[in-house]
T-cell receptor, first 108, second 113 residues
Framework: GIQVEQSPPDLILQEGANSTLRCNFSDSVNNLQWFHQNPWGQLINLFYIPSGTKQNGRLSATTVATERYSLLYISSSQTTDSGVYFCAVERGYNKLIFGAGTRLAVHP | DVKVTQSSRYLVKRTGEKVFLECVQDMDHENMFWYRQDPGLGLRLIYFSYDVKMKEKGDIPEGYSVSREKKERFSLILESASTNQTSMYLC????????????FGPGTRLTVL
């Protein structure tokens, strides 16, 4: 089956720093999503990005489907950015395969 | 905005009880999903449904069943709860075949004693 690998597994930042999270996947996929899981456990949609680049405020994402990776950029990080970031790819019909996540801690 | 709601944020049940977890979405989505999330195992798909009264097994369906009598509601049923079903349960929905951006509910943290 498809393997989804995220790096780094853990990241500690000072407020205001920038970061890049990476998601590699082992096979071609239909779609890719990035999520942020907040401290209360809810998964918040960040991007639905099978290819190309999208931006939303301080966050942006790029997926290069032909090279099987996606990047999530966080600029000017804030403490509210803390949590776990998941990449998920669509396998077959409607099924998402999740990576293990990157745990981000932003300190004031 | 898409809204997916789940009936409880926290639930405590006894071994052997029948447990119902309810999920409702308000965006007329065709597809609905149930996942569980466990430390070290990540998110795993239990069941999904692409239409009313239709269901498909996910990766870990054992010990669970589902019901989808109305388009907006998808229920997960633990017929006889066991301690190894203590977990975080997450419901999601997506618009339709070919448009599978999934939106998640707040989750239900279930403890089985």
């Amino acid at each position: 089956g498809i393997q989804v690998e995220q790096s780094p597994p853990d990241l500690i930042l000072q407020e205001g720093a920038n970061s890049t999270l990476r998601c590699n996947f082992s096979d071609s996929v239909n779609n890719l999503q990035w999520f942020h899981q907040n401290p209360w456990g809810q998964l918040i949609n960040l991007f639905y990005i099978p290819s190309g680049t999208k931006q939303n405020g301080r966050l942006s994402a790029t997926t290069v489907a032909t090279e099987r990776y996606s990047l999530l950029y966080i600029s000017s990080s804030q403490t509210t950015d803390s949590g776990v970031y998941f990449c998920a790819v669509e396998r077959g019909y409607n099924k998402l395969i999740f990576g293990a996540g990157t745990r981000l801690a932003v300190h004031p | 905005d898409v809204k997916v709601t789940q009936s409880s944020r926290y639930l405590v049940k006894r071994t052997g009880e029948k447990v119902f977890l309810e999920c409702v979405q308000d965006m007329d989505h065709e597809n609905m999903f149930w996942y569980r999330q466990d430390p070290g195992l990540g998110l795993r798909l239990i069941y999904f449904s692409y239409d009313v009264k239709m269901k498909e097994k996910g990766d870990i369906p054992e010990g669970y069943s589902v019901s989808r009598e109305k388009k907006e509601r998808f229920s997960l049923i633990l017929e006889s709860a066991s301690t190894n079903q203590t977990s975080m349960y997450l419901c999601a929905s997506s618009p339709r075949r070919g448009v599978n951006e999934q939106f998640f509910g707040p989750g239900t943290r279930l403890t089985v004693l």
